[in-house]
Nanobody
Framework: QVRLVESGGGLVQSGGSLRLSCVAS????????MGWYRQAPGKQRELVAQ???????NYADFVKGRFTVSIDSAKNTVALQMNNLKLEDTAVYYC???????????WGQGTQVTVSS
């Protein structure tokens, strides 16, 4: 059973920074990619950033230049450094991982990020 555990959410003022981390465990096949999604109240879950084990990244336009995703494949860990946070970044952030070999997605329980003015 794959398990993802997130940490690092919290309350921060507009313009501030937070760092999210996620550790995955329980996989018997290697992960293909890890990343972060978010869901604000009343909105659909959306991609924030994703990184493959080869280091290729994909960012949503609304975080380019502000957020940085990184991966430590040996430790099954993905991090999201969030700088210059805006009010609209307030959401629950979910860690995600993909095992392409079996076409499976896995999700963490989510961590709340709240940006205040």
């Amino acid at each position: 059973q794959v398990r993802l555990v997130e940490s690092g959410g919290g309350l921060v003022q507009s313009g501030g920074s937070l760092r999210l981390s996620c550790v995955a465990s329980g996989n018997t096949l290697p992960f293909s990619a890890m990343g972060w999604y978010r869901q604000a109240p009343g909105k659909q879950r959306e991609l924030v950033a994703q990184i493959t084990t080869g280091g290729n990244t994909n960012y949503a336009d609304f975080v380019k230049g502000r957020f940085t995703v990184s991966i430590d494949s040996a430790k099954n860990t993905v991090a999201l450094q969030m700088n210059n946070l805006k009010l609209e970044d307030t959401a629950v952030y979910y860690c995600n991982t993909v095992i392409q070999a079996i076409r499976s997605n896995y999700w963490g329980q989510g961590t709340q990020v709240t940006v205040s003015s």
